[in-house]
């Protein structure tokens, strides 16, 4: 091996070991889990329920069409990205909006679906951008897609507590 080169099979693409995005996706994940929790209150289950149906319906399917992107031609790749942006945004914020619903009726503002729209994309990309850290080496690893999945579910469910009216203070 010249001195400089990269090792094949070891996760690298150019100079970005392929566990620096890896770990910073995982970062992101918790940081938008416990900024949420915070920022309202909310009962940890609900966020949890939101999330896993954000990431379930929006980011996994999100993930593997980025995923098709390396192997169809070039000239459409462009189209089945846009596609897979799409599906991500859409469905993660379908699924977080439904998620906050399933645990007691809670009604949700515009803003709150708006929150949740802004998130999901934020989500969807970062989703992307951690798939595309990988390389073409890496080959379908199901905790890459996992951790691509909770981005948009995460960044879903913060954008939609963001939004979400605060709850009325409890008086004695």
Do not use: N
């Not at 992101?28 to 896993?52: D, G, N």
């Amino acid at each position: 091996m010249t001195p400089g080169a990269v090792p094949k099979g070891l996760g690298y693409t150019g100079a970005v070991p392929y566990g620096i995005p890896f770990v910073a996706a995982v970062l992101l994940v918790i940081a938008c889990a416990h900024v949420a929790r915070e920022l309202r209150r909310s009962h940890p289950v609900r966020l949890v329920v939101q999330t896993a149906l954000g990431a379930s319906l929006g980011g996994l399917p999100a993930a593997r069409v980025f995923e098709v992107v390396r192997h169809v031609p070039p000239e459409i790749q462009v189209r089945v990205f846009l596609f897979g942006f799409v599906l991500g945004v859409v469905l993660g914020t379908l699924g977080t909006m439904a998620g906050g619903q399933v645990l007691g009726g809670w009604r949700s503002s515009v803003l709150a679906a708006v929150g949740a729209l802004l998130g999901a994309a934020a989500g969807t990309g970062l989703a992307f951008l951690t798939l595309a850290a990988r390389g073409h080496d890496a080959g379908g690893r199901a905790h890459v897609l996992a951790v691509a999945a909770l981005l948009v579910g995460a960044f879903s469910t913060l954008g939609h507590q963001l939004g979400s009216p605060r709850p009325s203070p409890r008086g004695p």
